[in-house]
T-cell receptor, first 107, second 118 residues
Framework: TQLLEQSPQFLSIQEGENLTVYCNSS?????LQWYRQEPGEGPVLLVT?????EVKKLKRLTFQFGDARKDSSLHITAAQTGDTGLYLCPNDYKLSFGAGTTVTVRA | NAGVTQTPKFQVLKTGQSMTLQCAQDMNHEYMSWYRQDPGMGLRLIHYSVGAGITDQGEVPNGYNVSRSTTEDFPLRLLSAAPSQTSVYFCASSPLTGPPQLTKNIQYFGAGTRLSVL
């Protein structure tokens, strides 16, 4: 069974600050997805990474997949209030999600 | 662009009542799944299906039934509602065609059904 850990569980920052959240696995991911869930809505896919060491940028968001494909980070530069939400990464086995990281960006 | 549609959006039940949460997708996706989301628990998989006529259990299947008679629809049935089933329920779909490491993990979610069991 693949065990996932996302950290931190909660993060509250001021608008304009940077933040990083992490997704760590006990085993190798075949691929890794990051989702963001805004209050009252379902999760929405942000990115998929497949290759170890891969870095993808989506405007102010930078996603990095670890060389061993067991961990990933999501970095947001100059956070905005619209970045507020729950950030999730699912595991490979039956696509379960953990508790994710709740990010609050204060105006 | 309907995507994944869940009905109803809100529901209040009394303990012991039964109901069906509806989920429909118009993307011809083979894979569909149901999750429940509780505070601090993330999304937990209830049941999933890899195609019409094929279903399997997820992490928390007790108290729920599913069936998949068509590609488009994947209803979730609560046979005898209990207060512990108070939650937000999400349905998701995913294509199975293409590289497995990419397609099955890319899920499209509905907006959720908020269920309270009194």
């Amino acid at each position: 069974t693949q065990l996932l850990e996302q950290s931190p569980q909660f993060l509250s920052i001021q608008e304009g600050e940077n933040l990083t959240v992490y997704c760590n696995s006990s085993s190798v991911f075949s691929s890794l997805q990051w989702y963001r869930q805004e209050p009252g809505e379902g999760p929405v896919l942000l990115v998929t990474v497949v290759t170890g060491g891969e870095v993808k940028k989506l405007k102010r968001l930078t996603f990095q997949f670890g060389d061993a494909r067991k961990d990933s980070s999501l970095h947001i530069t100059a956070a905005q209030t619209g970045d507020t939400g729950l950030y999730l990464c699912p595991n490979d086995y039956k696509l379960s999600f953990g508790a994710g990281t709740t990010v609050t960006v204060r105006a | 662009n309907a995507g994944v549609t869940q009905t109803p959006k809100f529901q209040v039940l009394k303990t012991g009542q039964s109901m069906t949460l509806q989920c429909a997708q118009d993307m011809n996706h083979e894979y569909m799944s149901w999750y429940r989301q509780d505070p601090g628990m993330g999304l937990r998989l209830i049941h999933y299906s890899v195609g019409a006529g094929i279903t399997d259990q997820g992490e928390v299947p007790n108290g729920y039934n599913v069936s998949r008679s068509t590609t488009e629809d994947f209803p979730l049935r609560l046979l005898s509602a209990a207060p512990s089933q108070t939650s937000v329920y999400f349905c998701a779909s995913s294509p199975l065609t293409g590289p497995p490491q990419l397609t099955k993990n890319i899920q499209y979610f509905g907006a959720g059904t908020r269920l309270s069991v009194l």
